[in-house]
């Protein structure tokens, strides 16, 4: 089976749980496949944590979730070293993090000491634990759920570990067709429990080396570097975006041109993109009216294509 097969079957496959909100669940297809971490950031209750499992699941990944509150400590994640008397030594009990999809639900109601935790396990894809680093199963992935800011009992994320996300998206209310099947269909839950895995280690591993060998053209790194240099101009944003996050968009254009059937970049691709790759890195100017999401697509609108 093909890229495409393989593609279009876990699209379909989760198109089945989270219904009527195939945009979104292409993007975090393809924040996947560009090896990112994924930040799904919405209300309570349409939907993160079912399509965060549907897609461990799909994806055939090794998963844990870990709900994040406001007493969960860094040794939660990371795991503790515990005497044993049989054994008369201390032995390392690994914590949820050693796992390849690690669902952090709600990642915004920890202490930010918690949530800093996992700024290592993100970029260097290890932790370090009473002084000793231990490598993290590979792949790695986090997929972190949070609630909006307004909300009671939330602490907003630093600019770094934002970062460290490849994606946010935000899922929305489903529409009145979406919403009946959902009264009148089967629990959601039950659904993702017998979803089948539709890709092992090594079709994953294949497809990301697909992702890494998309073209990109000389014109279209020209287009790429133009939208950066606009976040950069005092324009648009406070501060413009950095080198790293240019690489990630870079990279996520490149999933989604994979997940079109191409083996180029597209400017459509780089726009399809854009505004979950880079708005959640980007504060607005003062006088913009508008949120990060909505000065992104302006920002496009008023950059000219090569």
């Not at 496959?13 to 924040?31: E, F, H, S, Y």
């Amino acid at each position: 089976m093909d890229a495409q097969h393989k593609i279009k079957s876990l699209l379909n496959q989760l198109n089945t749980v989270i219904v009527g909100k195939q945009a979104q669940v292409q993007d975090c297809v393809a924040c996947l496949l560009a090896g990112g971490h994924l930040l799904i950031e919405d209300v309570p209750g349409v939907g993160k944590t079912t399509l965060a499992h549907a897609l461990s699941r799909t994806f055939g990944l090794q998963f844990s979730r870990v709900q994040f509150t406001a007493d969960l400590m860094p040794s939660d994640l990371t795991g503790v070293s515990v005497y044993e008397r049989g054994r008369e030594s201390f032995v390392f009990h690994p914590g949820p993090v050693f796992a390849q999809v690690l669902l952090a639900d709600e990642i915004n109601r920890a202490s930010p000491k918690t949530q800093s935790a996992l700024l290592e396990a993100m970029e260097e894809k290890q932790v370090s634990v009473e002084g000793e680093t231990r490598a993290l199963p590979h792949p790695f992935f986090v997929i972190a759920t949070q609630n909006p800011h307004d909300q009671l009992g939330t602490f907003a994320l630093p600019e770094s570990q934002l970062d460290r996300f490849l994606m946010r998206i935000s899922i929305g209310y489903p529409d009145r067709a979406a919403e009946r099947l959902l009264l009148g269909g089967a629990d959601r839950r039950d659904m993702v429990d017998s979803l089948p895995p539709l890709l092992s280690q090594g079709d994953l591993e294949a497809l990301q080396q697909q992702v890494l060998a998309v073209h990109t053209a000389e014109p279209l790194l020209n287009y790429v570097q133009d939208l950066i240099a606009a976040t950069r101009s005092g324009r648009w944003f406070l501060q413009g975006l950095s080198p790293r996050a240019g690489i990630a968009l870079v990279r996520a254009a490149k999933a989604q041109a994979l997940i079109s059937g191409r083996d180029y970049v597209a400017p459509d691709d780089v726009q399809a993109v854009l505004p979950q790759t880079i708005a959640h890195r980007l504060v607005p100017v003062g006088d913009a009216g508008r949120g990060a999401v909505e000065q992104v697509r302006a920002m496009v609108e008023a950059t000219p294509l090569p």
